[in-house]
Structure formats: structure tokens, C-alpha cells
Nanobody
């Protein structure tokens, strides 16, 4: 079992930055691939970024490439999402999730956090 708790969300002006953190419980964190998803009001949950258990590879959705960076610290059981040059369309609840597979499909993720709100004002 893995429990995930996100933090770091908030209100920021367009062009600003935020860093989201996702703290995981359990001794097996380092064996899980981790992802970030987001869901805006009235929209479906969408994939944002993922990172393999060893940090060997990362993958981003096109709309955040060059602006967001996913990373992890297995010693701290934490995965991060650094978000730069934020845009109003990045406004959403952001969720971290854990999966055995290296995947962007939300239904293949086994564990989810409760989400953290990110609001970008124009």
C-alpha cells in the first residue's frame, strides 16, 4: 500500500512558478513509477508528466514541455513537479499517482493522492 499526499499548490500570476511535492508513505516508494495528472473544472483528468522508478526516463504532455520538470528523491520518498512560466490554462487540481507500469493512462495507476489546487491568474 502506498499513501500519497500532495502539497505546494496555490495562487500565482501568469508567468510565475510553483513547485508541487508528493510525499509517499511506505518502504517501496522507490519501486513505483510516478505520475502527475491534473483536472480542470468540467474537464477530464489529463496526464501531465511521469517518471520511472529509477528516474531513468521522464515524459511530458506537449502542453507543458519546456515549462514543467518532474523529478524524484527516493531517499525522501518524494516526487516533485516544478512548474515554470505558468499559464491560466494550467489552472487545475493536480494529483500525483503511483503505477507499476511506465504509463500515461490514468486507469493504470494504482494509488492516488487527494490533489492540490493550482490557480493561475491572468
Amino acid at each position: 500500500q502506498v499513501q500519497l499526499v500532495e502539497s505546494g499548490g496555490g495562487l500565482v500570476q501568469a508567468g510565475g512558478s510553483l513547485r508541487l511535492s508528493c510525499a509517499a508513505s511506505g518502504r517501496t516508494f522507490s519501486s513505483w513509477n510516478m505520475g502527475w495528472f491534473r483536472q480542470a473544472p468540467g474537464k477530464e483528468r489529463e496526464f501531465v508528466a511521469r517518471i520511472t522508478w529509477s528516474s531513468y526516463s521522464t515524459y511530458y504532455t506537449d502542453s507543458v514541455k519546456g515549462r514543467f520538470t518532474i523529478s524524484r528523491d527516493n531517499a525522501k520518498n518524494t516526487v516533485y513537479l516544478q512548474m515554470n512560466r505558468l499559464k491560466p490554462e494550467d489552472t487545475a487540481v493536480y494529483y500525483c499517482a503511483a503505477a507499476r507500469a511506465d504509463t500515461a493512462k490514468f486507469d493504470e495507476y494504482n494509488y492516488w493522492g487527494q490533489g492540490t489546487q493550482v490557480t493561475v491568474s491572468s
